[in-house]
């Protein structure tokens, strides 16, 4: 763990994904979930070898933490492409997280969501991944950790604004080609664009395509 640029502990990208546990939702069921040694499983199935998005938001039954958990679920095949599982979480029980998701979406609530939701009722999670705030509520936190358990990025943000969910989709497609290719991505990469050789005579190339 190391001082975030926010002062809070935080865990250090290029390191291990801290491991966390606890009960979730998942459709109209609580299920058991785990990530730990870099390895997510829920309700015992194991998703071995995928990517894990892990994203954090205050407290169900708010005002902004609903759309930015639809337009997750809205872009979960896309997620799907890229063989990652994507994992919601707040202080909230797994039984408000269920009352939630029952509550139609034209009155506040989820619908129906294809993720989990963990509760991180102990709030271990939210500490040790450096979110927690000191209200007691998590800050809009988003961790893409890698198939071998590695965390790749994270971004953290306060309360008040909600996330851009293709932004992180263009974040992990990122991470993906560097470990697929071992070349590196320049400001404002997108999927098919030039990349970089990452040393001083391999990155002229792309430099030369600059104009």
Same mark, same amino acid.
């Given at each position: 763990?190391?001082?975030? &640029?926010?002062?809070?502990?935080?865990?250090?990208? !290029?390191?291990?994904?801290?491991?966390?546990?606890?009960?979730?939702?998942?459709?109209?069921?609580?299920?058991?979930?785990?990530?730990?040694?870099?390895?997510?499983?829920? %309700?015992?199935?194991?998703?071995?070898?995928?990517?894990?998005?892990?994203?954090?938001?205050?407290?169900?039954?708010?005002?902004?933490?609903?759309?930015?958990?639809?337009?997750?679920?809205?872009?979960?095949?896309?997620?799907?492409?890229?063989?990652?599982?994507?994992? %919601?979480?707040?202080?909230?029980?797994?039984? &408000?997280?269920?009352?939630?998701?029952?509550?139609?979406?034209?009155? !506040?609530?989820? %619908?129906?969501?294809?993720?989990?939701?963990?509760?991180?009722? &102990?709030?271990?999670?939210?500490?040790?991944?450096?979110?927690?705030?000191? %209200?007691?509520?998590?800050?809009? !936190?988003?961790?893409?950790?890698?198939?071998?358990?590695?965390?790749?990025?994270?971004?953290?943000?306060?309360?008040?604004?909600?996330?851009?969910?293709?932004?992180?989709?263009? &974040?992990?497609?990122?991470?993906?080609?560097?470990?697929?290719?071992?070349?590196?991505?320049?400001?404002?990469?997108?999927?098919?664009?030039?990349?970089?050789?990452?040393?001083?005579? !391999?990155?002229?190339?792309?430099?030369?395509?600059?104009?």
């Amino acid at each position: 763990m190391s001082e975030g &640029t926010c002062g809070i502990r935080a865990p250090q990208v !290029g390191s291990a994904a801290p491991a966390f546990s606890g009960s979730s939702v998942v459709g109209t069921q609580f299920a058991d979930l785990k990530f730990e040694g870099g390895v997510l499983s829920v %309700g015992g199935e194991s998703f071995k070898g995928k990517w894990t998005v892990l994203f954090f938001y205050p407290l169900d039954f708010t005002f902004v933490c609903p759309t930015e958990i639809i337009a997750f679920h809205e872009h979960l095949p896309s997620f799907e492409k890229l063989n990652t599982k994507v994992v %919601g979480a707040s202080i909230d029980s797994q039984f &408000t997280h269920l009352a939630w998701k029952k509550t139609p979406r034209k009155d !506040g609530g989820l %619908g129906e969501i294809g993720f989990p939701l963990l509760a991180d009722v &102990t709030k271990n999670a939210s500490r040790d991944y450096g979110v927690l705030l000191p %209200g007691g509520v998590a800050a809009r !936190g988003v961790f893409i950790i890698d198939d071998k358990g590695i965390l790749q990025s994270c971004t953290v943000n306060n309360l008040g604004v909600g996330r851009n969910v293709e932004e992180i989709l263009r &974040t992990l497609e990122g991470y993906q080609f560097v470990a697929k290719h071992g070349e590196v991505c320049p400001a404002n990469w997108k999927p098919g664009a030039a990349t970089m050789k990452p040393d001083p005579e !391999g990155s002229k190339d792309y430099f030369k395509t600059v104009k």
